[in-house]
Structures are given as C-alpha cells and as structure tokens.
C-alpha cells in the first residue's frame, strides 16, 4: 500500500504515487563497460480540463512508451549542446539519446488519457488504458473502447551534465518507457480535478493547484524561469533520513558492469515513492 509509505520524496503530500523508468547507462565501446547515469531530478505534470476527467481509482497502474509508440510524444532535450568530450564518443543509435554533450539532457514522455472504465489493470498494463483518436492530446476524444477520460500524466526526468556518446536504457533499447502505480486517495484527486483551474495546458513550472493540494516546500514562487538548481535545493529537505536503502531492491551489480542487470527484484515489496500536480522529487529507483 503506498499509502502507507514512511515518507515521500516529491513535494505534494497528497500524491503518494509511484514513478518509474529504466536506468540510463553510458557505455564505454573502449572498455565496453556500462556505467550508470546519475538523475538530477524528475518531475510529474499532470494535465486536464477541468470537471471533464475522472480520478484514477484506487490500485490503478499502467505503462506506456513501449516500442516507441508515437503518442506517448517521448523526447530528449539537450540544454546546452557542445562536444562531447569523452575518449570515445562513438555511438551506433542517436534515434533517441544524442551524441552530443548537454549541460542538461532533459528526457519527457506522456502516459494515455483514456481508460476503459473498468479494470484498473491488464495482463500488460497496457490494454485497459488507451491514447485518445486524435494521437496524443489530453483534450483529445477518447476512443469507444476506452470512453473514460483521465488526466494526462507528463513524465520528466534529467541528466545533469550529460557526457554524449553512446547511452541506453537498462533493456537495451533508446524506447523511452515508464510505469505509473497512483497513490492517491480518489476522492481527494476527484476534488482536484473538478476544481483547480489555471491558465496552463502544458507542463509548467508555474501552474499549481496551491489551493486544492498541499506542497512540502511551500511558498510556491510564481516566477517565468525557474533555475533546475532552485528547485533541487528546494527539494533537498524533502528526502528521506535516513535515505531510503536500495540493497533491500536487488543484491545485482548494477555499475560499472560489462552486461545489463535482468535479474529480478529480491525484496518487491520495498516501498519508494515519489509523490509528485505540478510535483516534483529526487528519488527515483531505476532498476
């Protein structure tokens, strides 16, 4: 039950949800050697049309982003672009990661926006939820199939500096894919979903429901250009302490390593959260 986590690392107290996405590796083709990239932060939006979705129900979870499907609108940003500095900067597959170094690489997708109305699971997480006819929007039309409209859910995370050359995610593909398990209590998001009206249709930094939820690193700052650095110094406070022990996850190696980790998790029921409406936290378990 995430609810009843000791702690959260986001900054919504509400939210208790569960983020995720695959480790970013920078591989060595000299050393052939994978070494794990460090997140900076990661942030949630989530984005609708206020009184016209509906609250996702308690247990609900889904996945998206898999074989690069189009709608989930999967980008990598680089801030900041200059040469890649490493030993070997050789890389076979720019499609998604790039050679280039970055000040910041800022990685983002979306998750669908309509659900069938019943199950708040499938076999593969996937088919009780769907992308709405017009191709990603989250005032498109839902499909019949899946006629309920939810909030969409805009997944960043960043890599701060990003070294360029050749990166993967832990599967072995550039497919930007994450899952999403909600933590909040339905009524509550209902309340919010219904009522917060702001001027945003996109993922801002700027455009809070202050009024219907409760942020941990209040006051909020209505400013046009928020430095990632403010924002990570605002969420220092924020984390666990003691920080939250990751061994409990796996007893795999999952640095410095010649092959990607495949095994499977040895404590599952180990509990991260990272409550994130605009939200945002540091910890992210990416195994």
């Known amino acids: 039950d995430l609810r009843s986590a000791n702690g959260n690392s986001g900054n919504v107290l509400e939210n208790m949800s569960l983020y995720w996405h695959p480790t970013v590796y920078e591989h060595s083709p000299e050393e052939d050697i ?6 900076f932060f990661a942030s949630t939006y989530y984005i609708w049309t206020t009184g016209e979705a509906t609250a996702f129900p308690d247990g609900f979870k889904m996945v998206a982003g898999f074989n690069g499907n189009p709608n989930a609108r999967a980008f990598a940003e680089c801030v900041g672009e200059s040469e890649c500095e490493r030993d070997d900067c050789s890389t076979y597959d720019v499609s998604f990661f790039p050679e ?3 000040a910041e690489l800022e990685v983002s997708m979306a998750f669908p926006t309509c659900w069938d109305g ?9 088919q009780h939820v769907s992308y709405d006819v017009q191709g990603g929007q989250f005032d498109g039309d839902c499909p019949l199939s899946h006629p309920v409209k939810i909030p969409e859910i805009q997944f960043f995370f960043r890599i701060a500096p990003y070294s360029g050359g050749q990166h993967i995610f832990s599967d072995e ?3 930007y ?9 339905q009524e509550e998001l209902q309340h919010v979903l219904d009522n917060c009206e702001n001027y945003s249709d996109a993922a801002s930094p700027d455009a809070w429901c202050e009024d219907f939820v409760t942020f941990r690193d209040e006051p909020k700052q209505f400013e046009e250009d928020v430095e990632d650095n403010t924002i990570v110094q605002k969420l220092q406070p924020l984390q666990p302490d003691p920080p939250i022990e990751t061994s409990a996850i796996t007893d795999e190696e999952i640095d410095n390593i010649k092959s990607l980790p495949r095994g499977a998790c040895s404590s599952c029921s ?5 409550g994130i409406l605009f939200s945002i936290g540091l910890l992210l378990w990416t195994f």
């Open 177 to 185: 894919h994450a899952d999403y398990f909600s933590g909040w209590k």
């Open 270 to 274: 180990t509990k991260s959260n990272l």
């Open 100 to 102: 280039t170094a970055c």
């Open 173 to 175: 593909t550039s497919f």
């Open 118 to 126: 019943v199950n708040i699971d499938s076999e593969d997480h996937m």
């Open 34 to 39: 994978y070494r794990k990239d460090d997140i």
